[in-house]
């Protein structure tokens, strides 16, 4: 059992301060007890773990009184008022024991299901003879206007810091725990009066401990007294059942709108217990992500406000209860997940990219056939070789998209094809060299002939005056042109030893490779 139900108090002794409190209480009971009938219901209203359900527990606890409660989780309509409260209001229980009726979070009133709920309570309040306790967070909520007139407000103000150190001091040593008291009374102040968080952050920092808690531990709890606590108002959204209280939350945060849905969408399985509300909350975070994605892609920032709502209300007014327990809430694993993919992902994009410009296609899409790849290079060697230098892959790339033994596999193939095709190349270079020798001292043979007999003229082919030159020229053309293609094409052939860069890559298609 969490250490805030373990340790509620059961008597009003063990309810640290809130002593004035405790005398008006006492009072209204004993006058109760003394005159019998009509009494008028207190309403208790304090902020958030101020106290104010225990108090009128330990009250009732105190004076034997059975309780019947009707929390924020039942319904509240006229009809559950009136056959509850109502009959309770003017009886006494199966036991005969007199009865205390509980009416917890008033100001959570709301909706179609609570219709007619106010009114009925008014009525009851009216004529009720047993004594009824009310709680409210805020009173003065315009729904409790009217309500405000037949009962008697209390205010119940958050537990002052100097009662909070003996309670976890006392909480700490039953549960066998050493703590230093500095880091005790760190933990009151940074409650800020709320003693349901002070004891929930006593049990986080304790459980499981071996050694002693010092004041350090206590450091690295959120900051509670900074508005804008992000572990707070995902607290506050999945614990109240309040419309208002739950849309608040995220007014004064310092985190961006997105982040507090991701810790919303982690934590809702944590606190909620019922598929349906599991599935409902979800439900309104779907719906609230449809408005924030419509205001960061169209600058509709008017919608913000519906996004909000449907996350934060949403959310809170999924449950049917609101469950009291303490639960460790924990940050949205999708950061973590997305930092520890980030390399992954960056390298995903970065194959998609190069395969979307040869295809003409965009990352994205080529993201989706990219887990084609795998299957290929796993299944056909030769297709993959195909598409590897299509693509201009790279081993790292290859491994990447599948596996080392299979990158290593084609890899090693592909050497190999180039070694072949490096040797083919030499011996046709060799041949197309020895076929131009022959050509070329066949010419030379002519030339010297000629010149020989043209010495006369003085000429020589280097100077361009051979006389070969005006009695054939369109053969010494013909030579040069030989000479000179064989040239361009050997050092051509040098310069692509890459067969690939060779691909008339315009013209190749996705179906060359099938
Ligand atoms: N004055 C107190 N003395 C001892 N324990 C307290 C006191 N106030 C609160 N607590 C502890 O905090 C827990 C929550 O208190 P409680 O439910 O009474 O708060 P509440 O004011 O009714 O809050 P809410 O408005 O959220 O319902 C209790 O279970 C109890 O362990």
């Given at each position: 059992m969490e250490w805030v139900e373990k340790y509620r108090p059961k008597s009003m002794n063990d309810v640290a301060g809130q002593n004035k409190i405790k005398e008006e209480l006492t009072n209204w009971i004993e006058e109760y007890l003394q005159n019998g009938g009509y009494h008028k219901p207190l309403l208790l209203a304090g902020p958030p773990g101020c106290g104010k359900t225990t108090l009128a527990y330990a009250l009732a606890n105190d004076y034997n009184f059975e309780v019947i409660e009707l929390n924020a989780?039942?319904?509240?309509n006229k009809n559950v008022i009136q056959q509850v409260v109502g009959t309770a209001a003017v009886s006494k229980s199966l036991s005969g024991r007199r009865s205390l009726i509980i009416l917890d979070e008033?100001?959570?009133?709301?909706?179609n299901e609570d219709r007619g709920g106010v009114s009925e309570i008014i009525k009851v309040a009216k004529t009720a003879k047993n004594p009824i306790i009310l709680t409210a967070n805020?009173?003065?909520k315009l729904n409790l206007s009217s309500l405000r007139n037949s009962v008697h407000l209390v205010n119940v103000n958050s537990v002052h810091t100097n009662s909070i150190p003996p309670v976890l001091r006392r909480i700490a040593l039953q549960e066998g725990y050493e703590v230093d008291p500095k880091a005790i009374k760190m933990i009151a102040s940074h409650a800020s009066g709320d003693l349901r968080a002070a004891i929930n952050d006593l049990e986080s920092l304790l459980i499981g401990r071996t050694t002693p808690m010092e004041t350090e531990d206590v450091r690295?709890?959120?900051?509670?007294?900074?508005?804008?606590n992000i572990f707070d108002a995902v607290r506050i959204a999945l614990k109240t059942t309040h419309y208002d209280i739950a849309v608040s939350t995220?007014?004064?945060?310092?985190?961006d709108i997105g982040t507090v849905q991701e810790w919303l969408a982690e934590n809702i399985p944590r606190e909620y217990q019922k598929p349906h509300e599991i599935a409902k909350a979800y439900d309104y975070i779907s719906k609230s992500d449809i408005y924030l994605g419509r205001v960061y892609?169209?600058?509709?920032?008017?919608?913000w406000k519906y996004a909000s709502a449907l996350m934060t209300a949403g959310v809170a007014l999924s449950k049917d209860e609101k469950y009291r327990g303490f639960i460790r809430y924990s940050p949205p694993t999708i950061f973590t997940k997305l930092s520890r993919s980030k390399v992954h992902r960056q390298k995903t994009k970065a194959v998609a990219l190069k395969i979307g410009q040869k295809v003409h296609l965009s990352s994205k899409r080529a993201m989706e056939y990219m887990r084609l790849l795998p299957l290929i290079f796993e299944n056909d060697i030769d297709a993959s070789i195909g598409l590897i230098e299509y693509f201009e892959l790279t081993r790292d790339e290859v491994e990447f998209l599948s596996k080392k033994t299979i990158a290593t596999k084609i890899f090693k193939q592909i050497q190999k094809d180039e070694k072949e095709q490096a040797k083919a190349r030499k011996k046709e270079l060799k041949e197309m060299k020895k076929s131009n020798k022959e050509s070329n001292g066949e010419s030379k043979t002519t030339t010297k002939t000629k010149s020989k007999k043209d010495k006369s003229s003085n000429s020589s082919k280097e100077n361009g005056n051979s006389l070969e030159k005006f009695l054939n020229p369109t053969k010494v053309k013909k030579e040069i042109e030989i000479e000179v293609e064989t040239e361009v094409e050997i050092e051509k052939k040098e310069d692509n030893s890459d067969n690939l860069k060779n691909m008339p890559k315009s013209q190749i298609t996705l179906d060359n490779f099938f």
């Open positions: 989780s039942d319904k509240r008033v100001d959570g009133l709301s909706g805020d009173p003065y690295n709890l959120a900051d509670r007294d900074s508005k804008g995220s007014r004064d945060l310092k985190e892609r169209r600058q509709h920032f008017g919608f």
